[in-house]
Every structure is written in C-alpha cells, then in structure tokens.
C-alpha cells in the first residue's frame, strides 16, 4: 500500500531514478503530495462551506453560540497523526539510512571530491587503493589544484581530475566531500543525492548507482532531454559541431552545484559517466598510464 502510493512520483515530472536508495525517496515525495493534495481539497472545501453557511445572508442575527460539534478536531487529530506517521515512520529511518549509517570504509568505493569555485576537483587514490597526503603549499590552480603530495606515502599513484567523475555500477560509492573556498552543493539529480559542501568540513555520504550511462541515454533517447531546445546553452552551430561523445557527456548524468556560490555558479558542472566494471577498469587503466607518461616527462 505504501508503495503503491508512493507511486504518484511517478507522474511528478522527477528525473530518472538510478540509484538504489532512490526508490525510498521517491515513494516518500509521492506521500508528501498525497498529504498536500488531501488538505488542500480538505481546506477549499471547508472554505466554501464556512463563506456559505456563516455568511450574513444566511445567519441575519449573530450566533454567540458559535458551531457545537468538534468535527474540526477529529480532521486535525487526522493531519496530525499523517504527519507524524510521514516524519517519523518514514522520513527519520530514511534518513538514518541514508546518511548516518555508513558504510563498511573497506567495502565501499572511495572517492574524494573537493569543490571550488567553479569546479569539481576528483581525486582517486591508486592501485593501493589509499589516498596521498595533500598540502596547501603545494596547490597550484593549472598543474595540482587539490596540492596533492605526489611524494608522500601514498600519493604516487594518485589520480586526479577535474569535472570528470567515473564510477562503477552496482557498486557502493562513498564520497569524502570538502571545499576550499565558500559553501558548495553537491547534487546528482538522478542518484537522489545532495550535500553541501562546507570550508573547514570533510563530509561523507555514499550510494549505490545502478544504471550506466549507456542505459541511461537509451532510457531518455525520446526525451527533450536528449536533444533540448536550448542545446545545453550552445548555440545551434556549436552543438551540431560537438560529436556525439561531446553531446552524451550534457546529456548524460551531471554534477550540479546547487548552492549559490558566486558570479560563475551557473556553469559550475560536473560530469558523471557510470561505467560496467570492466569499463570502468579500462578507465583507471588509461589513467595510470597517462599518470606515467606524465612522469617520465618530469624525469626528462
């Protein structure tokens, strides 16, 4: 019954779900809207019965009496009770699920992401699966913009990168998210995930994608949001120049920022590629392998 009316999301205009807990948040803004829509019918019908019974037309003389029945209280007794069966049956054990529970640091995937204005700075540790030291003194806005410290520990294989998230499916993902300037926020639409970033702050959240990317252009390729009106902001010729992978990355699923955060905040945009395992693989791969050349350059 409780997801059958959670159902109602579906008809709310919402973006694809393609996140395991995704579902949950959902069927929740389906009740949520279940609730607005019974009290505003509720509410415009008793309006109209109080302009109609208690209008001067029909009562000429005052009543000091006033309505005897308690009718009233029995429906806000009814509010009441939805209301807390919406906060604490449904929001507080969703919301304990998804953001203080978290999970196994061995079993999940790892990710660090560190917002700046205006940009999304991704750092990935390497084969040894643990992250470098990283240090203010050495951050350089064009070659190291986080001041990763290749020479510490772990640092070496590190791989970083600048508004280009690859993650795999199916797989658990958790995200250390911090910033080095002013308030940020996090957001991909689609995985129903959204949290500020905050100065002096390293916040953890995590999900679980479940759709690729691949899957998801073929789920919206009869959409407006595979080929929109506006072309991403792009004028017409631009757009027809971008070759298809050039096209994918906007239409696919992107990082949003969704705090106000200065006079650029508008093109402050990530972009997300799920990838099946061995792509995502393959991805790491290359990167090492750039990571390496750029290396033997520095040697040279």
Request: net charge negative; with cysteine; hydrophobic share 40%.
């Amino acid at each position: 019954m409780i997801e059958y009316l959670g159902k109602l999301s579906d008809h709310l205009g919402l973006p694809i779900n393609s996140a395991s807990h995704g579902l949950m948040i959902d069927n929740m803004i389906g009740w949520v809207h279940w609730l607005m829509f019974i009290l505003f019918v509720g509410w415009g019908i008793y309006l109209i019965i109080a302009i109609t019974k208690f209008s001067a037309k029909s009562n000429p003389k005052a009543d000091y009496h006033g309505v005897q029945s308690h009718y009233y209280q029995y429906v806000e007794y009814g509010v009441i009770i939805f209301e807390a069966f919406l906060l604490i049956g449904l929001s507080i054990p969703l919301y304990s699920q998804i953001k203080t529970t978290l999970p196994s640091y061995n079993d999940a995937h790892k990710i660090r992401v560190i917002a700046q204005q205006f940009a999304w700075n991704i750092h990935y540790p390497g084969a040894d699966g643990k992250f470098g030291a990283t240090n203010i003194k050495l951050v350089d806005e064009e070659s190291n913009p986080i001041g990763l410290d290749r020479n510490s520990s772990f640092g070496a294989d590190d791989i970083v990168s600048i508004n280009q998230m690859h993650l795999p499916v199916n797989k658990q993902v958790l995200i250390h998210l911090s910033s080095k300037d002013v308030i940020h926020s996090f957001g991909i639409p689609e995985m129903r995930i959204k949290q500020d970033a905050v100065p002096g702050m390293t916040i953890p959240f995590f999900f679980t994608p479940i759709m690729t990317s691949s899957e998801y252009l073929d789920k919206i390729k009869n959409s407006e949001r595979y080929n929109p009106k506006g072309n991403y902001g792009f004028d017409e010729e631009t757009w027809e120049n971008f070759n298809d992978k050039s096209k994918n990355e906007f239409r696919g699923y992107q990082i949003a920022c969704a705090q106000l955060c200065g006079n650029s905040h508008y093109k402050m945009r990530g972009f997300v590629t799920i990838d099946t395992e061995d792509e995502y693989i393959a991805w790491l791969t290359e990167q090492a392998e750039y990571l390496g050349e750029e290396g033997d350059d520095d040697d040279w």
